[in-house]
């Protein structure tokens, strides 16, 4: 997903688009470019590499603007360039796009046939071509823009700034927008994420597809109108107050969001337990008393799968429902068995994840309710779900997903115990209460962990394995360290490495294995069978056993004990600092790792 921030206002647009994208970043930043109207003229700054690259330029130059748009790219179609960089622009226009247009090969050769000139390899371009195409045929800024995303397909946002005006124009298809003003200042903002936006717009707005959204600033006033794509006005769009607070932007005593964000898993579990279970969050689980579907589809993609994968095992132990979990760019092509009265439950940490959206849509189209597990209010999971259960994270920065993960499994382990009506089981909250703890005491004392990942981090390859409720923990777990140490890493089912995999097996191959108290004996045959080959034996598993304590070469000891749904969640949390110190250790960019965006909005 790539960072959008446009400004109109009689301030300075440098300083509120910079800052915007500083803190959507985090979601894709292979390059960042700035457009401004200075002297009735569209300038660009654009630069291939981190958003670093541009402030430098910006800096250089000083340059003061009333209206602007920023853009930080995740690339898609077209390299690393400047020249692919955003805004793209000309004369008249300045675009920046969030997504794919999929029709644009096509549209690039008609255009070039008619005689226009393209300076980038990006689909983006196509965009700015049809809209000047369009406008120096009919003169009409908002006809134009209304023509251009008619003739385009594909999940798309785009901004828009013109040589004609200050306003500030934009409108998307399933994919993120928000416009935001500030009456006492008279400035106009858009944003692809409402957290770019905050400290800056007091009042928010969410347009649905095809809106056009023109902003207006004026000496008295700024006024934000919504069209129709017949230029009609558009009642199709949600307002809210931006009251999320500043505190999540920075990184506190941490050196990365990832440690700060793993840290404060801790006191959100307990605040979300609160929530549901004592507070405004009880009414919504109350709903699913006795709920009965005939069964459920959960499709997610990444860390968000992995949720799934343990929130299964809830609804099948707990609940004996079926529950199937599906990748979302599997689900959406399979041709998915659907049938009435079923579940689509849909896992985002973002809710703009291209491939979970479409998997929602599929289930919409064949009459199955949706719910969402998501942590962004207003996202478009959000807006499309019959019913949403938030996970109340608050910003997750590190693209490695870390609270997220650990409050999607509970949300889903709360819904689960509220479908059996035993919310107010005082072996709950107690549960809930001493995961948090045992976290708690995890983080305060890391040495151990961090004196594994030295001894390992090395090596050339990492194997996570673990059994039952803890494979979902090993997939995971070699999906953190893969994204954020960037080595080969790989989870499986612990019964299965002698299918295959234990080939692999030599002393540069290090086996991460998860023993739970369940299948203890099953386990330790499993990693018998590595140690015979020479593999390095990591076992997480409970402590104080001189059994694992001779078997493995290194040995994180947990205490399981009063745990017996919630200790996947314990595991993972000593995983994730295992990773995270490993990464360290390796010097790589643990909180924006390269090739990764937060939310993957294509597909
Ligand atoms: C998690 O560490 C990854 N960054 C990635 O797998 C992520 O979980 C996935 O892209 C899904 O994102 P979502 O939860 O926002 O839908």
């Not at 446009?6 to 915007?20: D, F, Q």
């Not at 371009?125 to 995303?149: C, D, P, R």
């Not at 994919?175 to 400035?187: F, Q, S, Y």
């Not at 070699?478 to 960037?486: Q, T």
Request: charged letters at 20%.
């Amino acid at each position: 997903m790539c960072g959008i921030v446009g400004y109109s206002g009689p301030g300075n647009s440098v300083g509120p688009i910079i800052e915007g994208l500083s803190r959507l970043e985090y979601r894709g930043y292979d390059s960042a470019g700035i457009c401004l109207k200075i002297n009735d003229e569209l300038q660009i700054i654009k630069k291939e590499g981190k958003l670093d690259n541009l402030k430098a330029l910006i800096n250089e130059q000083k340059p003061f603007s009333h209206t602007g748009i920023g853009h930080t790219r995740w690339a898609t179609h077209g390299g690393v360039t400047t020249d692919n960089a955003h805004p793209h622009g000309n004369e008249l226009f300045a675009v920046v796009h969030n997504g794919i247009i999929e029709n644009a090969g096509t549209l690039k050769k008609e255009l070039q046939a008619e005689g226009f000139v393209f300076k980038s390899q990006t689909d983006s371009e196509v965009f700015l071509v049809l809209l000047t195409k369009f406008y120096k045929q009919n003169n009409n800024t908002l006809q134009s823009i209304a023509k251009a995303f008619n003739t385009i397909t594909g999940n798309s946002a785009f901004v828009i700034i013109e040589k004609a005006s200050d306003k500030l124009y934009c409108l998307k298809r399933s994919a993120p927008l928000v416009v935001g003003d500030n009456k006492e200042t008279r400035e106009a903002f858009v944003s692809s994420d409402p957290f770019a936006l905050i400290g800056f717009a007091p009042r928010i707005y969410f347009p649905q597809d095809a809106v056009i959204c023109e902003s207006i600033v004026t000496d008295i006033d700024v006024k934000i109108n919504f069209y129709e794509l017949d230029l009609s006005p558009s009642e199709r769009y949600k307002f809210q107050s931006n009251a999320m607070t500043m505190d999540s932007t920075t990184k506190g005593p941490y050196e990365h969001f990832m440690l700060k964000e793993i840290h404060e898993q801790p006191s959100l579990i307990e605040k979300l337990a609160a929530y549901y279970i004592k507070n405004q969050g009880r009414q919504i689980l109350d709903s699913l008393k006795s709920y009965r579907p005939t069964g459920w589809h959960l499709t997610a993609c990444g860390t968000a799968w992995h949720a799934g994968l343990v929130i299964k095992n809830y609804l099948e132990q707990i609940n004996r429902q079926s529950a199937s979990v599906d990748i979302a760019s599997e689900f959406r092509y399979k041709n998915p068995i659907l049938n009435k009265g079923e579940i689509g439950l849909f896992i985002s940490q973002s809710g703009e994840t291209a491939d979970t959206l479409a998997c929602q849509e599929l289930c919409k189209e064949n009459g199955i309710q949706s719910f969402s597990i998501v942590n962004v209010e207003g996202s478009t999971l959000f807006r499309n779900c019959d019913q949403n259960f938030l996970i109340h994270a608050g910003v997750e920065i590190g693209v490695a997903s870390t609270k997220a993960f650990s409050l999607q499994v509970l949300t889903g382990y709360l819904m689960s115990r509220a479908m059996e009506g035993t919310l107010d089981d005082p072996s709950l909250f107690k549960e809930i209460k001493l995961l948090s703890n045992r976290i708690g005491e995890l983080c305060s004392n890391v040495e151990s962990i961090k004196e594994v990942a030295s001894e390992i981090y090395n090596k050339k390859g990492f194997i996570f394995t673990g059994r039952g409720k803890y494979f979902p923990i090993a997939l995971e777990g070699a999906l953190k360290l893969k994204e954020i140490a960037y080595v080969h890493a790989e989870g499986y089912a612990a019964g299965e490495l002698k299918h295959g995999p234990i080939a692999l097996i030599d002393e540069q191959i290090v086996n991460i294995a998860i023993v739970g108290p369940e299948l203890f004996e099953k386990t330790i045959s499993n990693i018998e069978e590595v140690k015979a080959r020479k593999g390095v034996i990591v076992i997480v598993g409970p402590k104080g056993s001189s059994e694992l304590e001779h078997l493995s070469d290194y040995y994180i000891g947990l205490d399981f004990e009063g745990l017996p749904n919630l200790s996947p969640l314990y595991v993972n949390v000593a995983l994730q600092f295992l990773a995270y110190h490993i990464a360290s250790l390796k010097g790589t960019d643990i909180d924006k790792p390269r090739n990764l965006a937060k939310s993957v909005t294509v597909e």
